[in-house]
C-alpha cells in the first residue's frame, strides 16, 4: 500500500521515524514534496482561513498527496514528550482532516500520547491492528524506526556543532518551522549569506524534568534558554508564523529571559509572504547592529 | 481599610463572584463587562497576536490598578489552551509597566489557593460566602434564561434587557442566602409581567464558542441582545450554574449534559479532547440539530487555538444534520456594525428557510 506522509507538523517531530516504519512493514511510503509558495496557494483556496501557517502548510501538503497514494497517515497527538502536552490544534488534527480537506479519502492513524503509552507501543498497536502486520515483522519495523529516529537527531546535533571562534545565531521555533523550506530556509540561507552561523534547535532530548510550561517544544526552548552562554551565542532569532498562539504566548516570555542572559533577541514573523525582501533587511540590520560588537571603540 | 480586589468578567456571573470574595475579606472591585476604556488599556499594553480574552484581562487589570487596586483575582487552568499560561504573562507584563496589582490565580493552584493564604479569610464566614455565591450563581442561571426567552417576544423592545439589569442590580445588594432564594422564587414571576406577543414562532438559536466571548458584552459586541431584539430566542450554552454543578457533581438547578455525555454525543465527529470548550460546542451542536434549532452561531476570539481547529469539523456537522452554523470572530473592533450585518443576513436566510417551509418552528423545552 502506498501512504503518503505530509511534510508538515509531526513528519518534524519525528525526523525519519515514519518513512522507515512503513518501508519496513512492506508498505511504499511517499512523503509529499518540499513546501512552496504554490503549496500554501492551493491550501489557501481550501482550508479555514483563520488557520495558523503551518496548519495550512500541512493542509496543502495533504491535498497535494490526494489522488497520488492509497492512504494518507494522519495521527491525533496529545504529547510527544512525557508529562507535556501539545498545541490543541494536533489533538483535532485528525477529525478536522477528516472532516475538512480529506474528505472521503483514506486516512491511516492512531493516537500518540506518550504520557500515557510509549511511543514503541503506539507504533506497534498501529502495525499490528491498523496495518495488519504480523508480530516479528512489527517488532521489527518498531525497532528499527526508532532506530533511525535516534540517527537523525545524533545528525542534526552533529550539524550544528560550531565553527571555532565563530559566535553564533540560535534560530529558535517549532521543529515544523526550523525545517521547512518556505518558512524556514530562507532565513537560514540570509544568515549564511551575511557569513554568520546559524543555529538550529533541536529538540532529541526528551530526558528534562518538565518546567512550568506544559507545551515541550517550549519548554526545550526555555530550558535551552536559561542555560544559554552568551559568549558562544551574538544573539537568538525567534521565528514564528502568523496566528500561532503557543508563540503568541511565549515569545515574549523567551524576550525576558533573554534580556536577563544579556543575549539580543529578534522576533521574525512569517506569514504568506510572496516576497523576502522584509525578511531581508531585518536580518541585515540585526546582524550589522551585533557585528559592531566585535569593532575596536 | 479591608484590601480591594479586582475580579474579571464572567458576565453578569461577575454579581456573584464578587459576593464570594467579599466573603474572603476582601473589597471586590468589578462590573459585569470589561469597558471601552479598559480594553483600549489591555490593547496597547499586550502583545500584539494574543488573544481578546487576554487583553480584556489586561485591559481591567491595569484599570483597576489606576484605581488603586491592591489585588486581582483570575481563573487559570492546566489545559492545552493559552489560558494555562495567562497568569504568567499578565505578571510579566504588569511588573514591566511598574505596576504592583498582585494577581491570584484560582483553581487548579494547589491544594489551598494562595489567595487563601495571603488574606487567610476565617473558615465559617468564607464558606457563607461561597455558598451565598453558588445561590446567586443559580439566581443569575434564571435570569438569563428567562430574558432569552422573553426578549424574543416582548412588545417593547428592551424591556427585558431593562429588567435584567434592574434584577442584577437588586441580586448584587442582597447580602443574605435566605433572600435570594426567595428573590430567585420571584424571578420568573417578573419576567412574565413584561408584555409579550404570543403568537410569534421566534427561531431558535444556539450559541457555542469560548466561554468569555459568550459571558462578556463588551467582547461579543452584545451579540445576545443583537438577536434577541431581531426576534431570535437564544439559548447560550454557557450556564455557569450548570457548569459548576457538572464539574463538581453537586445539583445547582439547571441541569446539562456532562462533560462525559457530551463526549458521546460528539464522538462520531470528534473523539477526543481537544481543549477548552471545543469539544462541547460540537457536541451542543449536534443537540440542537436533534432539537429542532433553526441554527447555530460558534463565536470565538481571532485564532483561538481549540474553537478555530475544530471549525472544519462544526461545518461538516452543519452539512450533515443540515443546521445552518454562523461562524464569528471578534477582535479588536470598535464597531459592532459588521458582526451586525452578518447577523442579519443571517437571519433573513434562516427566515427565508422558515417562509419556504424547509423548517417549522419546535416550540420545545430549552435544555
Known sequence: MKIGIPRAFYYYSYPGLWECFFRKLGHEPVVSSLSTQKTLETASAQTETENCLPQKLFDGHVLSLIGKVDAVFVPRIHSIVKKHNCCPRFGALLDATRAGI????????????????????????????????????????????????????????????????????????????LHDQFIAAPIVDKLKQLQTQPE????????????????CVFDKMHHKLQNIDKRLYRGVIQITTFNCGADSMMAERFRRVCKQKGVPYMLLMVDEHTDKAGLDTRLEAFVDSLSWKDLPI | MKERMAIPNLGNYTVALASMVKGMGAEPWWSTYTNDHAMALGIAAAP????????????????????????????????????????????????????????????????????????DPPIIPLLRAVFLGLEKVKTIDTIE?????????????????????????????INNKKEVQLFHKDVPGRFARIAVNKSREPLRVGLVGEVSLLRDRQLNQNLEQVLGHRGVEIRNFFLL????????????????????????????????????????????????????????VHVCPTGCMPEVSIRPILRKVSGDMNIPVLELSFDEHTCALGMVTRVEAFLDILWARRGRGMKTYSAGRSF
Open chain 2, 145 to 173: 434564561v428567562e430574558t432569552a426567552r422573553t426578549r424574543a417576544r416582548e412588545e417593547n423592545t428592551g424591556e427585558s434587557s431593562l429588567l435584567m439589569e434592574q434584577c442584577l442590580r437588586e441580586l448584587s445588594e
Open chain 2, 241 to 296: 450554574g450548570g457548569e459548576i454543578g457538572n464539574n463538581f457533581g453537586i445539583s445547582m438547578g439547571y441541569k446539562q449534559q456532562t462533560a462525559k455525555q457530551l463526549a458521546v454525543v460528539a464522538r462520531p465527529y470528534l473523539e477526543s479532547e481537544v481543549g477548552g470548550h471545543a469539544r462541547d460546542s460540537i457536541a451542543h451542536t449536534i443537540n440542537c440539530a436533534r432539537a429542532g434549532f433553526d441554527a447555530m
Open chain 1, 200 to 215: 538550529l534547535m533541536t529538540f532529541g532530548d526528551n530526558d528534562k524534568a518538565p518546567g512550568d510550561i506544559l507545551w
Open chain 1, 102 to 177: 480529506a474528505r472521503g479519502v483514506r486516512l491511516v492513524s492512531t493516537e500518540i500520547n506518550e504520557t500515557e503509552t510509549p511511543l514503541a507501543k503506539t507504533l506497534l498497536t498501529l502495525a499490528r491492528t491498523n496495518l495488519g502486520a504480523d508480530r516479528k515483522t512489527a517488532k521489527i519495523a518498531v525497532a528499527e524506526a526508532l532506530k533511525a529516529m535516534e540517527r537523525h537527531h545524533r545528525e542534526e546535533v552533529a550539524g550544528q556543532q560550531a565553527q571555532a571562534g565563530k559566535q553564533k545565531y540560535l534560530l529558535l521555533g517549532h521543529p515544523y518551522t
Open chain 2, 48 to 119: 500584539e497576536s494574543v488573544c481578546l480574552p487576554f487583553k480584556a484581562h489586561l485591559g481591567h487589570f491595569i484599570a483597576a490598578d489606576d484605581a488603586g487596586v491592591e489585588n486581582a483575582l483570575m481563573v487559570n487552568s492546566i489545559g492545552a489552551c493559552r489560558l494555562n499560561y495567562y497568569r504568567g504573562l499578565l505578571e510579566d507584563t504588569l511588573k514591566d509597566m511598574n505596576r504592583n496589582i498582585r494577581v491570584f490565580g484560582l483553581g487548579f493552584d494547589g491544594f489551598k489557593p494562595p489567595v487563601f493564604r495571603y488574606l
